[in-house]
């Protein structure tokens, strides 16, 4: 499985962002697809995920993206997206997606050991 992050830049508070994974599997409605992101020096922490298509698309956010990011998939194109509104400096950091195993638990999709395949990371800066 290859992941391609894309979408990064640099934004000033309140402004927004789209970033997109493209993916080389058959289809990524077979996999639990997460965002995650990683400032230096810290650990990669959970942003967000979608859930396989078994899991009906379920999606789940890390306490302070619930609101203001969205996480969504789109079949036809293969890619799965974060759509970031509303951007607050310590929103700064690289971005990563990645796929794991199918799985509706809640627990799992928080937790980056589960996943098995990683992009390349974005980096998005959000200046105040």
């Known amino acids: 499985v290859q992941l391609q992050a894309s979408g990064g830049g640099s934004v000033q508070a309140g402004g927004s962002l789209r970033l997109s994974c493209a993916a080389s599997?058959?289809?990524?409605?077979?996999?639990?697809m997460g965002w995650f992101r990683q400032t230096p020096g810290k650990e990669r922490e959970f942003v967000a995920a979608?859930?396989?298509?078994?899991?009906?698309?379920?999606?789940l956010y890390e306490n302070s993206a619930a609101g203001r990011f969205t996480v969504s998939r789109d079949d036809a194109k293969n890619t799965v997206y974060l759509e970031m509104n509303s951007l607050k400096p310590e929103d700064t950091a690289v971005y990563y997606c990645?796929?794991?195993?199918?799985?509706?638990?809640?627990?799992?999709?928080?937790?980056?050991?589960?996943?098995?395949?990683w992009g390349q990371g974005t980096l998005v800066t959000v200046s105040s």
């Open positions: 990645a796929a794991g195993p199918p799985s509706i638990n809640a627990e799992s999709m928080r937790r980056a050991s589960r996943y098995l395949s």
């Open positions: 599997i058959p289809t990524v409605s077979d996999y639990n």
């Open positions: 979608i859930s396989w298509r078994g899991g009906r698309g379920a999606t």
